[in-house]
């Protein structure tokens, strides 16, 4: 909740704290990550500032565009401790199994683009609602946004989170490093509840000891190496 506001004005600001919180929690998890983006732009700056460190730690890494999308995911699935980054078309249709993926990263909330036809749908909208309710200016103003742009964008978020999540013995972190899904209302009321449920982790201690449980609980589902294991324990009691 304390993050820089992903539509504020210091856009630098964002992006400096959006890559050092990628930078933690892929080492947390030791790779088998998808870091995902509603934005090549931002896609971009990310993979340009965290590939270099991810790569020198033994995590192969993968840029959307750079290899097919169906042999990316391959390849992905096969190293392991591999860290996708991608944008919408990996919101969907990509299916990994088992420790091999881990940890999703969303950078924002994703709000569909606001495009000429999607503005005369929300033109339309107002104006039955104006004609066949009674809202307050205000309401009206919002109603569009209420009643299209976050139950779809409530769809998409959904997509994203199943990825993480194939099997019934899948496990991992969704990280969503938007603030607004807790600091908006309608993050509170209509983002959260819809969600599967699942603990809510609000702290980076608490994300580094979930990795660390799952990779020295012995239990059969190791996802770390002794010594990614040792790494979030001294990172977690730090």
């Known amino acids: 909740a304390n993050a820089p506001a992903p539509n504020g004005s210091d856009n630098e600001q964002h992006m400096a ?8 929690l892929v080492r947390w998890s030791g790779g088998g990550a998808f870091v995902l983006f509603t934005s090549y732009r931002a896609m971009n700056q990310v993979a340009e500032a965290t590939r270099p460190g ?25 190293a392991e401790h591999g860290v996708l980054y991608g944008t919408r078309s990996f ?18 909330l994703p709000f569909e683009p606001l495009t000429p036809l999607r503005a005369a749908e929300d033109r339309a909208l107002v104006q ?35 990825r993480l999540i194939r099997t019934q013995t899948d496990y991992g972190v969704f990280a969503v490093l938007d603030n607004r899904a807790r600091t908006r209302p309608y993050g509170r009321r209509q983002v959260l509840p819809a969600l ?3 603990p809510d982790l609000w702290s980076m201690e608490q994300v580094a000891d979930f990795y660390y449980q799952r ?21 977690y009691q730090a």
């Open 196 to 198: 599967p449920r699942c």
């Open 128 to 162: 039955w609602a104006e004609e066949n309710l009674t809202l307050k200016p205000g309401e009206l103003e919002w109603y569009p946004f209420n009643q299209i742009t976050v139950p779809r964008m409530v769809v998409d978020l959904k997509q994203v989170f199943g």
């Open 17 to 24: 704290w959006l890559i050092a919180e990628v930078k933690r």
């Open 91 to 108: 919101f969907e249709g990509v299916d990994v199994k088992g420790a091999a993926l881990r940890l999703v990263i969303l950078d924002r």
């Open 54 to 78: 991810f790569e020198a730690a033994g995590m192969a890494t993968y840029v959307q565009g750079e290899l097919p999308k169906v042999e990316m995911v391959k390849q992905f699935a096969a």
């Open 215 to 235: 990779g020295a609980n012995g239990n059969g589902q190791v996802t770390l190496t002794s010594t990614e294991a040792a790494l979030a324990k001294a990172l």
